[in-house]
């Protein structure tokens, strides 16, 4: 059983459907019903998101960039720490407020039901699923090393820097494929040393949000609870899975999130140091 933590590293998850084809715009009275089943399930606005990007077109062998929109759906709870987001090829749950993964990986297979049974994305063919974890690793009466295994070289260590430098980053990440060859794991770790909190980042380039409409609040600062805390780590574990599926079975996708979960624990828990971080982070008794 998952050690469980009052102060917990992680600050924010993501579970995303990735579909080979288009599942198509819809109606604002479509998304509007949508937002009505999901109500009961905290979320109480949506919002439609507009973002100028590029289209990659092949044609004799040559590919030509075309300027195109990208219209995202995002649903909100009230304090919008709970976003699901539908765009013309996925369907995503991202979490700023995570509890545990159970909770987590049914929301979001309900999430999928709902959109089922209103139409969204009904008979597409599936391509992958994604699981995304980001952590803070902040020392507290500690150096940030010591928080990690032995096994865990700090990235910043293998190049110079003065002391008085404003700020440092470094970073290093790692890649497995499972046994099944359809799986895999990555972990990215972020090395900071910043000495303005105002300068401080908190989730990887890959998971930053570019349009402010479907942003939400990160809960950081009961991590940084001392201003002398001025290095710390991010920590992104992503797992993917590829999916030969011609309709959803949501059943078969929380079985497969749930293996995906499993994995991305053994890697978590493998490059701590359980009896530092648990100090830092309270163990939660049962």
Known sequence: MATKFQNPPVVYT???LIFFESIGSYSDEKYKSLLTALESHSFVSYT???VMGVRLKQSDNQF???PTNAERVGYFSA???RCAVIDE???ELRLSEYDNHTRFLDEFKLLIDMCLAHGIAMGNKLREIELHYVDLFVPLQCQLKDMFASS???PMEQFYSDDDDALKVG???FTRVLASGSSKVSINLEQFKVSDAQKRKYLPDSLLEPDSKLSMPLDVERLF???EQHEYAIVHTACGSLINMDSVDTTKIREMLELLYIESRKTFDHMLVPEICAGIWQVQAN
């Open 14 to 16: 993501a579970a995303k």
């Open 48 to 50: 439609v998101s507009k």
């Open 64 to 66: 030509s960039a075309i």
């Open 79 to 81: 304090d919008r720490r």
């Open 89 to 91: 090829n996925t369907i």
């Open 152 to 154: 865990v070289t700090m």
């Open 171 to 173: 970073a290093t990440s």
């Open 225 to 227: 609870i001392s201003k």
